[in-house]
């Protein structure tokens, strides 16, 4: 922009259009730029959030620039934001703008793909359909019917990831050690919806609501166990916009419920030091920070330490507001300074609940010095290995 | 109303007051040592202890922590006690207290930042409280006034305030508005602690800089100048501790370097001001109404008024406030219950009793000398030991002891019962400045029946331990020879007697605005005759040309209705037109005439009360006079207020703040600009929401609760641009589109782009300024200025309404710009403190006054001419005209001394043979 | 009210009678309380802590003219 003198008049009709697509919030900043000092992205290179703001407060968004799509929604910024500038909602605005008008630069064009193997296969990991429900074969999982006490909803990671079908795995057999009468929705199930809807692309989003939400009252469900915060985060607090109410649990309260209740017995010991990584939709989004540690404080032997981040300040993986789909270059990966953080309390595993933390984590391992020292688990593999 | 009955719950204090002593004796053997809540839970207390070194009353009290309390065991205390004070089995008591009215002075808590992680207060040591720091700057804090880290007990050498804790913030647990007081407060901290390590590196993280009170700018100027003090404009996190040093990291974010991290010895938590913890509670008790942030809901038209009639509010309980306004709104509180209870003023109150005062002056003197520690502020310098030994050297001194604390109830005590026991009849107290306490320690001497004049004090803390604390040797030696000076001039002191002077009940109120007719009609009503004086055709002032407010009030309807009430109070006369044209007189007998549409006017009067009020500068910038479509905010508000299309309808307004102050010429801040643009913005956003509005500023002011409507207002979009004054809008004529406009470019710093707004309308927050004949009245009634021409109070914190000269009284907007709810505050806060002067007969004068020896007088007239009192006449005698002095006018300044060729005009108190003895001494080696 | 103490600032007269309670004996409620007594009127003055004074006690200095707080 440099020395020229931009006239505002001529950018008011693009602050009506950021105020319609929901970025209504952004005039409240007064520029005291805590956003900015609380953003992972500074840990690794420059990044104003607060330039964003108050950019789009004028009308002088940059939407082809990369800065709009950095945001990971992981929400300390607004959770921390004196003024209520809801930057998660309002940076979604801008990306909305940007997806009508098919506007991506290098790092964002893999989201065309992704919404297109959403809208045809409803999963972003270009798979198909009629494998959603391959992870459970030879497991005994049953396809949910209207009796059951719970629907298992594992999502798109845990049925076609390798590293992370195994999650689902361990989670099946721990239910079934419970004695928990449960079923999958198999081909039925689509992705949630929940971090297209943060890259802006508002249609897919409610295409996949509806059809779930479909699926899940013919199926006459009630109550969703689901293994991704980002799948509690959009059930729990999105899909009430469609006037539907289910009751969704997450895996980390669905355990400690479980082992509470005494339907679930931790025989085994697990002798390792540990630390327990909070994913931001678990923690910040939903308030979930005890249970997981509830449940990891009640296995023998097991020591537990806590990073430098952790709890309300938890440092995102990197993974959310669709920045999984991204591709971010080396050094500026959070996910390497997390497992960084692990390494340096000498953790031997690094525990959490999130697909998307666990998939980053892992791609970090293989490439921090010595990340292999670290092992990454979700935090029903430990339980798993525990009963 | 009027029939109030209270049930108190008086707690035990497990100490008999009447018996203890405040010796500490108990203290020293107490075994149990908990956290000090005084020290701000810093350093250790015992169970047993007095709650800080200059409490009032300055006895013990014992904790909940306490053995015996707890498990029946231990009970030293009682065994060590040698007055038999310590009464263990004292049980909490009900009283039941009958009064008319009621006086909520609660004050205020502060913030817990441990509530939020993000600040790691109580994670981190080095993170401290502002609260906790005051404690650490003071010499009675936890490590005797040094500034000490917790974790290492090392000195802090480079520290970073974080402003707006809990401030400012509408996340859950936080308040929305301004605590008003943390920006100066901190500025504070900044210099005191440089005062403490002139080479620490400091640095202040703040959004807007708040210097909105009186000589708060230049303050702030004062602190930031300071070498190696930073203040940097930004919101911060408190992102880690390193686990070796302990040594906190903060990030911030300039426009110009992006996120930073820095690492501090220590940071401090510039935390805000909540309202008292049990707000509900306190409601509940006294059916007062609160508002949505806890604070007691008052009218906009009498802040001191509660929802509960008989019900009164002063200090931070209103909201956030600094101390000046805690303490006018407790005058003000005190002339509301006045004119609620005038029939019974005076039946439950008994006058206070001296001994009879004896005749020493025949005596040889006999001299006590009481060496104060101050704490540690004396005593860690001086060697206070020694210096009483030197004391007992000198001549005529047959007593000298020290003193933790001179000015302590306790020791003030021990001084009144030494003087009896020791038959002394002079004393010295070496402590501080005569200034703060000189009151007190003649008291002691009155209680024991000497007269109060026989005594002198001698200042070994400013004059010594305070301006070369690090040379402890030269300090003693210097502490000495001001005692032996004390000591010498003590001898020759002579018994004085102070005046009692009648008082007439009538006040003149200068200036019929909001403030003096408040003032008169709060004074009227109760029974006091009342002149009150505007230099206008009408009553009204300033608020004239108001409108509306921020909460809603309709000034012309309010302003009408006061108007009315004035002119149809019997006891209220109104001179309009009116000049003053000369005042003469003392405290309780002022005599002021005028000439007004009465015609000329002599009158009488027993108190004054200042209220000119202000006037608005007249912009030379920004084409103001030059072109039509530039406004002054107040120009603004009656276009507003007309229906003006030209406003109302217009695409674009631009306000620019800060025209004509906070420069070389004014350097204040206006205080008001910042709401009032922000009250016309929302204004023309009601009438007009599609209207364009940019304010453009430096900082926004909108301190206490004002701060929601600078937020109303963004919500409401109206857009706040920020300028450097190295770099103010410009504003040009030009075309847009076909559109005549004014163009208004400036710099957006966050944005790092220049920027041009058309407007329709420029209006610009125009300086309030004082009145050109402020130099006049101030001359008339022998007040004084200030730098900025605002007249100048006796006490900025203490007695923010008094004029320095008796009997004259201070309020609204002639002392400072101030809103009107401040205004109305403080005009009640000054017809208070006229009260308590007015409401009884008699007044006391001072005993150091001039005095002119007849027979060396040659009636040159030199004195006359240097007295700024007025207070020499000339009479004629057979030797020719001489000089008299009317010791009630004489303030004792000694002017006329120095001017007098002959040395026949003196000063009883300060006489040379007084004086010269002091000096002969200090020359003197003992 | 259970937890505060009360004090008199002026002589007690007949009982516990008087015109005015003032509630916090901090510097607003100390100046309250001069004031009315003063101008004439009998004041009880209410305070938590063991001694009066509220947060100005604890203040080291007061701001701008860096006067002492005690």
Redesign the interface.
């Known amino acids: 922009?440099g020395?020229?003198?931009?006239?505002?008049?001529d950018y008011?009709e693009i602050v009506e259009v950021i105020k319609d697509n929901g970025g209504d919030a952004f005039?409240?900043?007064?520029?005291?730029?805590?956003c900015?000092?609380?953003?992972p992205w500074?840990r690794v290179r420059?990044f104003?959030m607060?330039?964003i703001v108050?950019?789009a407060?004028?009308g002088?968004t940059d939407i082809e620039s990369e800065d709009i799509w950095r945001c990971t929604t992981c929400g300390l910024c607004p959770?921390?934001?004196?003024?209520?500038v809801k930057q998660i909602e309002s940076g979604v605005a801008l990306r909305r703008i940007a997806t009508e008008y098919g506007v991506f630069p290098t790092a964002v064009k893999p989201i065309r793909t992704i919404s297109g193997s959403l809208m045809g296969e409803g999963n972003p990991l270009s798979e198909e359909r009629k494998d959603r429900a391959k992870w459970a074969e030879g497991l005994g999982v049953k396809t949910f019917s209207q009796e059951m006490e719970i629907l298992y909803f594992p999502g798109c990671y845990l049925s076609y990831d390798q590293r992370l079908k195994k999650v689902a795995k361990a989670t099946a057999q721990v239910l079934k050690a419970a004695g928990v009468d449960f079923g999958i929705l198999g081909e039925k199930e689509s992705c949630c919806g929940e971090s297209i809807r943060k890259t802006g692309d508002e249609d897919v989003f409610r295409r996949l609501a509806k059809e779930n939400i479909k699926n899940f009252i013919d199926a006459g469900v009630k109550k969703i166990l689901v293994s991704s915060p980002h799948c509690y985060h959009t059930f729990k607090n999105e899909y009430p916009e469609f006037m539907v109410n289910f009751e969704v649990v997450h895996i980390t309260q669905y355990l400690l419920e479980l082992i509470q209740q005494g339907r679930l017995e931790i025989k085994e010991e697990y002798r390792k030091k540990i630390t327990y990584h909070d994913p931001c939709y678990l923690g910040r989004h939903n308030g979930i920070y005890d249970e997981p540690r509830q449940v990891l404080a009640g296995v023998p032997g097991l020591e537990l330490a806590e990073m430098?981040d952790c709890?309300?300040?938890s440092l995102c993986c990197g993974g959310g507001g669709g920045r999984i789909w991204m591709e971010t270059p080396k050094g500026e990966r959070f996910s390497d300074l997390r497992l960084q953080q692990a390494m340096d309390l000498e953790a031997q595993v690094l525990v959490t609940a999130c697909p998307y933390c666990i998939t980053n984590f892992e791609d970090s391992r293989l490439t921090v010095d010595n990340g292999e020292s670290v092992e990454v688990k979700d935090i029903s593999e430990i339980v798993q290995e525990v009963i | 109303m009027g029939d109030f009955q209270v049930t108190l719950n008086r707690k035990p204090r497990y100490v008999i007051e009447d018996r203890c002593t405040g010796c500490t004796t108990c203290v020293e053997y107490c075994p149990v040592e908990y956290p000090d809540q005084f020290n701000q839970e810093i350093s250790e207390n015992k169970a047993v202890h007095i709650f800080f070194a200059q409490a009032i009353p300055l006895i013990a009290y014992i904790d909940e922590s306490c053995l015996y309390l707890k498990e029946k065991k231990c009970r030293i205390c009682e065994n060590v006690c040698k007055a038999d004070a310590i009464d263990l089995g004292q049980k909490a008591q009900k009283m039941e207290i009958k009064v008319a009215a009621i006086v909520l002075a609660t004050g205020y808590d502060t913030y817990d930042p441990s509530l939020k992680?993000?600040y790691g207060y109580g994670r981190m040591t080095n993170v401290v409280t502002s609260m906790d720091f005051e404690r650490l700057l003071c010499a009675t804090g936890p490590y005797e006034g040094e500034i000490l880290r917790a974790s290492d007990r090392k000195h802090p050498h480079k520290i970073a305030w974080i402003q707006?804790v809990g401030s400012?913030?509408?996340?859950p647990g936080?308040n929305s508005y301004c605590s008003a007081v943390c920006c100066s407060y901190t500025q504070k901290q900044v210099i005191l602690t440089k005062d403490h390590d002139a080479d620490a590196k400091l640095t202040v993280f703040h959004?807007d800089i708040r210097s909105y009170g009186k000589d708060f700018e230049r303050y702030y100027q004062r602190a930031e100048e300071l070498s190696d003090v930073r203040f940097i404009?930004?919101?911060?996190?408190v992102s880690?501790e390193d686990p070796e040093t302990k040594n906190v990291f903060v990030?911030?974010?300039?426009?110009d370097d992006?996120?930073q991290e820095e690492e501090f010895d220590m940071v401090v938590l510039s935390v805000g001001l909540n309202p008292p913890a049990d707000y509900q509670g306190l409601a509940d008790k006294f059916g007062i109404e609160l508002t949505e942030h806890g604070f007691c809901l008052a009218s906009p038209t009498n802040p001191i008024e509660t929802t509960s009639p008989g019900v009164y509010v002063c200090g931070a309980f209103q909201g956030p406030m600094d101390i000046p306004e805690s303490v006018y709104t407790a005058s003000g509180a005190g002339t509301q219950c006045g004119e609620l209870l005038n029939y019974r003023r005076g039946e439950l109150t008994r006058e206070r009793v001296y001994p009879a005062e004896k005749d020493v002056s025949q005596e040889k003197p006999k001299i006590g000398v009481f060496v104060c520690h101050c704490g540690s502020n004396i005593g860690r310098v001086v060697d206070v030991p020694s210096t009483v030994e030197y004391a007992l050297s000198l001549p005529n001194v047959v007593y000298a002891q020290e003193q933790l604390f001179s000015c302590a109830t306790n020791s003030a005590r021990e001084i009144t019962d030494t003087i009896k026991e020791k038959g002394l009849n002079r004393v010295v107290v070496a402590a501080c400045s005569p200034r703060t306490l000189e009151p007190l320690f003649r008291d002691t001497l009155r209680e024991a029946g000497l007269n109060q004049y026989y005594y002198d004090m001698a200042n070994i803390r400013e004059h010594c331990s305070w301006c070369h604390s690090k040379e402890k040797e030269e300090s003693t030696n210097k502490a000495q020879d001001i005692i032996r000076m004390s000591v010498a001039r003590a001898g020759h002191l002579k018994p004085l007697q102070e005046m009692d002077l009648p008082v007439n009940k009538a006040a003149l109120v200068v200036g019929g605005g909001i403030a003096g007719m408040t003032s008169a009609l709060s004074m009227a009503n109760q029974g006091h005759e009342i002149h009150l004086v505007e230099k206008e055709n009408d009553l009204g002032g300033m608020a004239r040309r108001l409108h509306y407010t921020l909460d809603g009030l309709d000034v012309q309807g309010y302003l009408d209705g006061l108007v009315r009430q004035v002119y149809r109070h019997p006891a209220i006369h109104v001179y309009t037109n009116a000049e003053v044209t000369e005042a003469t007189g003392y405290v309780g007998n002022f005599v002021t005439k005028l000439s007004s549409d009465r015609g000329p006017s002599e009158i009488k009067h027993g108190a004054t009360v200042v209220a000119v009020g202000v006037d608005v500068y007249t912009p030379t910038e920004y084409l103001y006079g030059q072109d039509e479509r530039v406004l002054t905010h107040l120009e603004l508000e009656e276009r507003i207020s007309q229906g003006d299309e030209a406003v109302t309808g217009a695409q674009?307004l631009v306000m620019i703040q800060c025209v004509g102050c906070r420069n070389k010429d004014r350097n204040y801040c206006s205080r008001v600009c910042c709401s009032e643009s922000i009250k016309n913005a929302l204004k023309l956003k009601e009438i007009n929401p599609e209207m364009?509005i940019?304010i453009l500023f430096r900082d926004?002011r909108t301190y206490g609760m004002l701060e929601d409507y600078?937020?109303e207002a963004?919500?409401k979009?109206v857009?706040?641009i920020?300028y450097e004054p190295e770099n103010p809008p410009q504003v040009e004529a030009a075309e847009?589109e076909g559109r005549p406009v004014l163009q208004v470019?400036l710099m957006?710093y966050?944005?790092?782009?220049?920027?041009?707004?058309?407007a329709d309308i420029v209006t610009l927050a125009a300086a309030v300024i004082p009145r050109e004949d402020n130099k006049d009245i101030s001359q008339l009634f022998k007040v004084s200025l200030g730098p900025d021409d605002f007249f100048k109070e006796a006490h900025v914190k203490l007695r923010p309404v008094d004029f320095a000269t008796d009997g004259v009284y201070l309020c609204g907007t002639a002392h400072y710009p101030k809103h009107i709810p401040e205004a109305i505050n403080q005009a009640y806060g000054a017809a208070g403190r006229a009260l308590t002067l007015l409401s009884n007969d008699i007044v006391t004068v001072s005993g150091s006054v001039c005095e002119v020896a007849e027979d060396r007088c040659m009636g040159c007239g030199a004195c006359a001419q240097v007295c700024t009192y007025g207070a020499i006449e000339f009479r004629k005698t057979k030797k020719g005209q001489k000089a008299v002095v009317n010791p009630v006018i004489c303030k004792g300044d000694g002017l006329c001394n120095a001017k007098c060729p002959t040395g026949a005009i003196f000063l009883k108190h300060f006489t040379d043979d007084e004086l010269l003895s002091q000096i002969d001494a200090m020359s003197a080696t003992a | 009210m259970e937890t505060e103490t009360a004090q008199l600032l002026k002589i007690p007269a007949d009982g516990n009678y008087g015109d005015v309670m003032v509630l916090g004996g901090g510097i607003s409620g100390i100046q309250a309380s001069l004031d009315l007594a003063t101008a004439g009127y009998k004041v009880y003055l209410v305070e938590k802590s063991p001694a009066i004074g509220g947060h100005m006690s604890q203040l080291d200095k007061t701001y701008p003219t860096n006067d002492c707080s005690m």
């Not at chain 1, 005039?27 to 805590?34: A, T």
């Not at chain 1, 900015?36 to 953003?39: H, N, R, S």
């Not at chain 2, 400012?168 to 996340?171: H, L, Q």
């Not at chain 2, 966050?750 to 058309?758: K, R």
């Open positions: 922009m020395r020229t003198v931009e006239n505002v008049a008011k005039k409240l900043c007064f520029q005291c730029g805590l900015d000092t609380v953003c500074n420059d104003s607060r330039k108050r950019q407060t004028f002088f959770s921390r934001c004196p003024r209520d430098p709890l309300e300040a | 992680n993000e707006c400012r913030r509408v996340t936080d959004n404009r930004s919101y911060t996190t880690r990030r911030y974010a300039t426009a992006g996120v674009t364009d940019y926004i600078y937020r963004s919500a979009d857009k706040f920020r847009e470019s957006d966050v944005l790092g782009q220049e920027l041009a707004i058309g």
